[in-house]
């Protein structure tokens, strides 16, 4: 345990699964209180029965400003600050973009993009009080798009640059900004493709390599976290080594 954390407040959104729920367990060890939020409160309940510090629930729909913003106020009001916030709720509705269901693609950008965005928004007056950390998680499509994949690479395209220039602005004020950007993870991500083209290529490539676990991206949380206040890790591109 790196004594840097001990106390400090987190809040990870998309904490029901995959890397939200492995860098919830990760920070909880390191001694932080944790809010955890998502839509399937289920999830997030048996969550904080494992995890080994306070882990506070929060029904949280990204997509939806007011939720966000009880989310934050929430966070506040039960732990007095707010010194962390890993923006990682996501989905990847991966197909091609002729004949594509455009309803996914609003349901993309409002979750990654939008969702991402207004988060920080209403996180930032406390992040400033408290001279914290944004933990954006973004992804290799965020620096390279490719082929059935140009909404969700839209998206984290999007993440990164409004990330940069949110570095920018809040950098002299003491508040970090670290860009995550993971290759492929075993998680539930691409369980919700809906063309199953797309999701039998998703399970074909999952096969063929030894993918990345969600606590190897929860490793690069704290890594990033656990720094020095002086040292900022903007970005960690982090891929399987079997991903060409
Ligand atoms: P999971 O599907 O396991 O987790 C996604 C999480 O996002 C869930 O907790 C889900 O919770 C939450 N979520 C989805 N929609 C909303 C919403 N409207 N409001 C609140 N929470 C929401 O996938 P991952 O763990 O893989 O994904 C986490 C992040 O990592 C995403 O941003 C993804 O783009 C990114 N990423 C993943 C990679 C991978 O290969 N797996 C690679 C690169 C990046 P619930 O449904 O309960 O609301």
């Not at 990760?26 to 955890?36: D, F």
């Not at 490539?205 to 890594?223: F, K």
Request: charged share 20%; net charge negative; no cysteine.
């Amino acid at each position: 345990m790196n004594d840097i954390l001990n106390g400090k407040v987190v809040l990870v959104t998309g904490a029901s699964s995959g890397i939200g729920e492995a860098t919830v367990l990760a920070l909880s060890a390191e001694g932080t209180r944790v809010a955890a939020g998502a839509r399937r409160g289920d999830r997030l309940e048996s969550l904080a029965r494992k995890a080994p510090g306070e882990v506070l629930t929060l029904d949280l729909d990204v997509t939806d400003q007011e939720s966000v913003r009880a989310a934050v106020a929430a966070t506040v009001e039960r732990f007095g600050a707010l010194d962390v916030l890993v923006n990682n709720a996501g989905v990847m509705l991966s197909g091609p973009i002729a004949g594509a269901d455009t309803t996914e693609w609003t349901r993309m950008v409002e979750t990654n993009l939008l969702g991402s965005m207004h988060t920080v928004h209403a996180a930032l007056p406390h992040l400033l009080e408290a001279k914290g950390i944004v933990v954006q998680v973004s992804s290799t499509s965020g620096r390279i798009a490719s082929a059935y994949n140009g909404v969700y690479a839209a998206t984290k395209f999007g993440v990164n640059a409004f990330s940069e220039a949110l570095r920018q602005e809040v950098t002299a004020q003491g508040v970090r900004v670290v860009i995550i950007e993971p290759g492929f993870v075993a998680t539930e991500l691409a369980g919700h493709i809906t063309d199953p083209t797309m999701r039998a290529a998703a399970g074909d490539m999952a096969a063929s390599m030894r993918t990345l676990q969600p606590g190897d991206i929860a490793d690069a949380v704290v890594y990033a976290v656990t720094q020095p206040e002086h040292v900022a890790v903007n970005e960690i591109l982090i891929r399987p080594t079997d991903q060409t």
